[in-house]
């Protein structure tokens, strides 16, 4: 029952801007600490940004630091991801994911979100 669903990529121009949305439902989204995260087929998945439960800390791999910023509505549910000046080592598919989050011995991640930029 645990799901994410990503949204809100697409084909963007370098120096563009896209918000990403993740829908969580299944759990009790307001207890968990929510990632972004990335993934390229030449690279391994990384982390882009952490967000506490309740939002107070957040915290940035240095390659977006100062143009991404997470963010988190525990009444919808729903990370975001903000991502301003897109570069072209930008473009990966984005996933949600709540790291401390484990049911029935696996943990969970969504389809997640093509983004891409280029000219």
């Known amino acids: 029952q645990v799901q994410f669903v990503e949204s809100g990529g697409g084909l963007v121009q370098p120096g563009g801007s896209l918000r990403l949305s993740c829908a969580a439902s299944g759990f009790t989204f307001s207890s968990y600490t929510m990632s972004w995260y990335r993934q390229t087929p030449e690279k391994e998945r990384e982390l882009v940004a952490t967000i506490t439960s309740g939002g107070g800390r957040t915290t940035y791999a240095d390659s977006v630091k100062g143009r991404f910023t997470i963010s988190r509505d525990n009444a919808k549910n729903t990370v975001y991801l903000q991502m301003n000046s897109l570069k072209p080592d930008d473009t990966a598919v984005y996933y949600c994911?709540?790291?401390?989050?484990?049911?029935?011995?696996?943990?969970?991640w969504g389809q997640g979100t093509q983004v891409t930029v280029s000219s």
């Open positions: 994911h709540a790291p401390s989050l484990w049911v029935g011995g696996r943990n969970y």
